[in-house]
């Protein structure tokens, strides 16, 4: 800056140097209003009176419809109204009246995040388990989620919105072993709880006792399993890399139940738990289901008492050999092979082999020849 008098002009380096001050914007309280706007918001920042506009996105807001506090450290306003949900960015324009004027934009903008008037809806957080210590990193799904609050057993979580507001995303906090409540709100809106909740598991890894039981079954799954131990809750369980169905921990923590998967040949068996991960001893076996292929002889006679020799695969495991409803005597040759001592019995009837993985019928039944009748002589014939 340069001073003139009757006397001279001061040269530049002289005297003292002159700067402009820009305002900043540092945030906007509430962060987020309703889509029809309306509502007062307040924005915190410095140097605001040299602020003449103010922009939510490009929706302009003169310095005569908002007021500024005396030392310039924030201003209130009405928010204006919004076409569509989610975030938007706001800022603020400053003119210095000099010549040529010079212009002053607040940067970085500040984010003011608008929600619809459909309340919020969530269908799963996951993962759905973690350790008691809390500091699991955790994701809530459904739709119009645009500035919650998030409780979980009944503690308040940041969190944040993702802007198409269909994920909410937050740390949980520390809580007892058991399952906590995950309730979603915002205002004026009725409470949301997800489904299931939160499950807090204890900080040491499962303890299974033994393996899982059965420890084998058949290549399609759909059977039921079993799984012993302590310091299960919470716990997941995969055969192979293929998590288990209906996975379903008892209130102690003591034993898993849930449906094995389809799968094939022989598998390790882990349990993961928030506490860690442990693999059980014994393997599942799956075992594929009996087949029959051949019947030989496919006749006899209703008194039984013939052998038969069934021939096909998966028969090593065979527990009950049966022709129609009833039950046969048999002895297992190998994996392919079994001979049947055929019951007594009458007419057609199927050939049903059962082992612990299923059952296998024959494609051609098994046909009991009743005995010759017997004719017997008539009276002589009169000479």
């Known amino acids: 800056m340069r001073v003139t008098t009757p006397s001279g002009t001061s040269s530049a380096g002289d005297g003292i140097r002159f700067s402009y001050v820009c305002a900043e914007l540092f945030g906007v309280f509430p962060g987020c209003g309703p889509l029809s706007g309306g509502n007062s918001v307040c924005i915190t920042g410095s140097n605001l009176h ?177 799984i012993i131990g302590t310091d299960l809750t919470g716990a997941l369980v995969t055969f192979g890399t293929v998590p288990a169905i209906n996975v379903v921990v008892n209130a102690a923590g ?49 008194s039984g008492g013939n052998s038969v020799t069934i021939t096909g695969s998966a028969l090593a495991l065979t527990t009950a050999v049966a022709f129609g409803a009833s039950a046969a005597s048999f002895t297992v040759i190998s994996d392919s092979q079994i001979v049947a001592t055929v019951p007594a019995g009458s007419g057609t009837v199927p050939v049903t082999v059962t082992t612990p993985d299923g059952s296998a019928t024959s494609d051609e039944p098994y046909i009991y020849i009743p005995p010759p009748e017997t004719v017997l002589p008539g009276p002589a014939e009169p000479k």
Not at 92 to 99: D, K, N, P, Q, S
Not at 260 to 280: D, E, M, N
Request: proline fraction near 17%.
């Open 50 to 226: 040299c602020l003449s506009e103010v922009f939510f996105n490009r929706v302009l807001i003169t310095d005569q419809e908002f007021t500024v506090a005396p030392s310039g450290t924030f201003l209130t306003l009405v928010a204006p109204p919004a076409t569509t949900p989610g975030p938007v960015l706001v800022h603020g324009i400053g003119l210095v009246e000099t010549f040529p004027p010079i212009t002053c934009t607040t940067s970085p903008s500040i984010p003011y995040t608008y929600y619809p008037s459909a309340c919020p809806t969530a269908i799963r957080i996951t993962p759905s388990s973690g350790p008691a210590t809390g500091g699991t990193a955790f994701q809530i799904f459904g739709s119009d989620l645009y500035c919650p609050t998030v409780t979980i057993g009944g503690v308040a979580v940041p969190v944040s919105t993702d802007p198409p507001g269909e994920c909410v995303t937050g740390v949980t906090p520390p809580h007892a072993p058991g399952n906590a409540p995950v309730v979603v709100g915002r205002a004026c809106c009725p409470p949301v709880t997800v489904p299931l909740g939160f499950t807090y598991g204890p900080s040491t890894p499962p303890r299974p006792t033994g393996g899982v039981i059965p420890p084998q079954g058949p290549t399609a799954g759909g059977n039921t399993f079993l």
């Open 254 to 302: 003591t034993s898993i139940s849930g449906i094995v998967p389809a799968g094939s040949g022989t598998v390790p068996v882990t349990v993961t738990t928030p506490g860690g991960s442990v693999t059980l001893g014994t393997p599942y076996t799956y075992v594929q289901p009996p087949v029959i292929s051949a019947v030989s002889p496919t006749v006899g006679p209703e």
